[in-house]
């Protein structure tokens, strides 16, 4: 999917398709459309040229272009103004909705159930307080400078979540998300290894098999002698095999003693082909070959909630009411209505960004089908833990910069800070885990998060990982108040999907839920520059 700078102008005009047209005539002066549509968006952008095309019946059914965010212009031609809007929750779908229809002024109200703003994306600090819904509540620690991203924590440059930092002023760095020198960890293990090791080993084995297989000729019906040879010598490099096309391992699996004044001293090895095989690290060492994944990454400087923050700036403080719990939603052949726990607000369209768990819990005349389809997605548990170090003993004794270790336990994943390098403290996020495992430790109390979760960490990292910790803070995102879930995922985006994609009279739905970017952060904002573009095209059209 392509994406482009967010609040950028698309310098295509809408739907056109280099087919000549007619040259017809606007009514005065002998000027066409064409060229009355070519001044309109010379001066005010291409949202005025498409207010334009509307008002003259040329616009397109649907957007077929890259996204063009509401500006004030768009309803200079028209004679319209800009409606009012109630936007549902102040996450990330919400924030960018609000953002973005602000930018054509509409006069936006969100509605935020919890006391603060960022649904998901949370960061915590020394002295934050973290509540659940059994009422236990947790106060972070931290020391000066340590913070915990314990919702979203990275950011693939192709996505459109790069580009509302860029615009937000958002200030970014490179987050490690591979890192050769972390860990591989499984139960057919009798000792970690680094990721470099694993990999090596894996790829080393599987060269030599294809090798020899290639070189024996069974490879003969699908390979010309040209591609045998090409396909050989590529294997040579890949897994680093010798004479015969062995694999006897290399000094790509480490050093025992790393090379300096005097040679190094390889690691011994390697360990056998079954050794390999029934050590099962076929998804630790693949964990970032998806797209969402690869190198490189992106965090913002000093908190994901930079993001957040920057976006509530921009909607304005006045405009977002937090501690205010919805109750029901209603349609109404002018506008909606919307009851909570502070009254009743009006407007003349509502976007729910809620997640859609709750969203089919609230009273509401939608309709049943609604209902159904706010039922559909999947609820996915999801749990994280932070834990604070006065040393930081992963780049002093084990010369691990930023990256994540993978293990099969049930931690999932130890996550290395991609900042503060050198400092005196800082802070290991000690299990990111899905479904049965974030539920099990969601069950816990903290202590009981951290002490199993110290147990399993330190079958990698020995003693210090329990003596030398100094504090911690755990999430359960189903155990969330007013969100109750890690995310939530369509099993099949079919019928259900489609009808929410679509406004229910005057309300319109967006979340990470409603998108195929599901729990990403991108997933939010393209979801909400979707709903935000129908609304705008419905309200500048001048159709109720």
């Known amino acids: 999917m392509e994406k482009t700078d967010a609040g950028g102008e698309n310098a295509g005009a809408p739907g056109a398709s280099g087919t000549a047209e007619p040259a017809r005539r606007a009514g005065t002066g002998g000027m066409t459309r064409r060229a009355l549509l070519v001044g309109v968006g010379a001066a005010g952008g291409a949202g005025a040229m498409f207010a334009a095309m509307g008002a003259l019946g040329l616009a397109p059914g649907s957007q077929e272009r890259s996204f063009a965010p509401p500006q004030r212009s768009d309803f200079t031609l028209t004679g319209r103004g800009a409606a009012k809007v109630v936007v549902l929750g102040a996450g990330v779908a919400g924030l960018t909705c609000a953002y973005e229809l602000g930018k054509a002024g509409y006069d936006c109200t969100v509605l935020e159930a919890a006391d603060r703003v960022g649904g ?35 950011i693939a440059p192709w996505m459109v979540t790069m580009d509302y930092c860029r615009e937000l002023g958002v200030p970014i760095e ?32 599987i060269a030599e098999l294809l090798a020899k297989a290639t070189d024996a000729g069974a490879l003969d019906r699908a390979l010309t002698g040209d591609d045998r040879e090409r396909l050989l010598e590529f294997l040579r490099r890949f897994g680093d095999i010798g004479q015969g096309f062995a694999y006897r391992g290399s000094d790509r699996r480490g050093f025992a003693v790393y090379p300096g004044a005097v040679a190094g001293t390889p690691l011994p090895g390697p360990s056998s082909l079954s050794e390999v095989l029934a050590a099962g690290t076929g998804r630790a060492i693949t964990m970032d070959f998806g797209v969402e994944q690869a190198m490189p990454m992106f965090q913002p400087v000093g908190g994901m909630d930079a993001i957040v923050t920057a976006l509530a700036r921009e909607v304005g403080e006045d405009r977002i ?65 932070g834990l604070e170090y006065g040393r930081r003993w992963w780049e002093i004794d084990d010369r691990i910069y930023g990256g994540i270790t993978e293990t099969d336990l049930d931690i999932t994943h130890i ?30 109390s903290h202590a009981e998060r951290r002490n199993r979760a110290l ?84 309200v500048a059209g001048g159709s109720s």
């Open 120 to 154: 998901r994306n949370l960061t915590l600090r020394g002295g934050d307080r973290l509540p659940e819904m059994d009422g236990q509540t947790q106060t972070a620690e931290f020391g000066e400078g340590v913070y915990f991203n314990a919702g979203p924590g990275r």
């Open 174 to 205: 490179t987050f490690v998300n591979n890192n050769a020198s972390a860990y591989i960890y499984t139960q057919g293990m009798t000792a970690p290894v680094r990721a470099r090791t694993a990999r090596a080993d894996m790829y080393g084995y």
């Open 321 to 385: 009411r937090t501690g205010t719990r919805v109750t029901e939603i209603r349609n109404l052949p002018d506008g909606v209505e919307i009851f909570h726990s502070d009254g009743v607000t009006r407007a003349d369209y509502c976007v729910a960004t809620l997640p859609p768990h709750l969203l089919a819990r609230l009273r509401h005349n939608l309709g049943a089908p609604v209902t159904a389809a706010l039922r559909e997605p999947v609820v996915t548990a999801a749990g994280k833990m």
């Open 415 to 444: 996550w290395y800070p991609s900042y503060g390098y050198h400092g005196e403290r800082g802070l290991v996020v000690g299990y990111y885990n899905t479904g049965t495992e974030a539920e099990i430790y969601g069950g816990l």
């Open 455 to 538: 147990t399993q960490g330190k079958k990698i990292h020995g003693e210090k990982y329990r003596t030398e910790l100094r504090s911690s803070v755990s999430v359960a995102w189903h155990r969330q108040p007013h969100i109750e879930g890690g995310w939530a995922r369509f099993p099949f985006y079919d019928d259900g999907f489609a009808l929410l994609q679509s406004p229910a009279g005057r309300v319109y739905f967006a979340g990470d839920w409603l998108s195929h970017l599901v729990a990403w952060q991108a997933g939010a904002m393209e979801s909400a520059r979707k709903a935000v573009t129908g609304l705008h095209q419905r």
